[in-house]
């Protein structure tokens, strides 16, 4: 009999009654129930599938590793499993396993311990999608971890060169799963949790110039002293890849309030307030502009 199928209709039933309990809210007793099923149909894919998708919606990767390596052991057919798999082995670090499942999804990634860190290039990815939406760029350096190249607003809890797990597969294609660059839509990753916070700290500038040029100068200042740097005076976010190639530029101006066009809100990521200042100098003896309310946001 198929792996795919129910032993017998007592496990049937009794897998009925899981997705009745899940159905209704009650995690709890659709778990309890599935894993005496797990146990009552060892060779059956079901129950350690539905298991692993349970404890991947809870971020508790060792229950989620568990009980995918069961599901693919018994269906290998099955993509979302691959993928669940993958990226519970990414972020225990079981990179033997991870590639494996990553290579199931067309990925060639030879078959070693070592970690994975590629450059797969810049994409949108939806920070706090469930609860505060911010759109940012990052870099992503396998399918699943990206650094956040862009600075995020304060109240994300999110830094540049943070390092974060996003969904392998971008949202659905739909109004709020689209990012506009350059007339093309560019699909939008979703993060799924913070893996580790950078030492990189966010200060906020006010420009007093009128001049996007200014603005310019001083995010190319900014990159060759290897700092962070994005406009939060725009009232859209997009890539804008000839200012700071690192950085997707971006902003809702409704978190700060508006701006007047004479002064722009801009953001600079740095370790210490001594490298802020000193590109900040040398900006404003070059466009001959003045600067204030530096302020350093975490």
Known sequence: MSNLLPHNDAAEQ????????????????????????????????????????????RMEWKPTFHYCLKAVEHNNFDENLWETLGIAAT??????????????????FKSTTEELHLDLGLVPVRLNPTTQPEIVAARRI?????SIESIPQPSSGRRYKDLILVENKPNPTGTSGQFFHQSKKLPIHNEL???????WHTFSVLLHTPSQTDVDTL?????????GFDNWSNATRFFQPNIH???????????????????????????????????LESWRVITLRDFGGVEALG
């Open 142 to 146: 396998d399918p699943v971890r990206a």
């Open 91 to 108: 972020v225990l670090g079981e990179w033997e396993t991870a590639r494996y499942a990553w290579n199931q999804l067309g990925f060639h």
């Open 245 to 279: 190639r690192n950085v997707a530029e971006y902003f809702d101006q409704t978190i700060f309030g508006k701006q007047e066009r004479e002064v722009f809100l801009v953001a600079i990521a740095a370790k210490q307030l001594g490298d802020v200042s000193a590109v």
């Open 14 to 57: 009794l897998y009925r009654l899981v997705v009745e309990y899940d159905r209704r809210g009650d995690v709890y007793n659709a778990v309890k129930l599935c894993k005496r099923l797990a146990r009552l149909a060892p060779d059956w894919s079901v129950p350690f599938a539905f298991l692993s998708r349970t404890y991947r919606s």
């Open 193 to 199: 949790q913070l893996l580790k916070s950078s030492n």
């Open 219 to 227: 995010a190319n200042l900014c990159l060759s002293a290897n700092l």
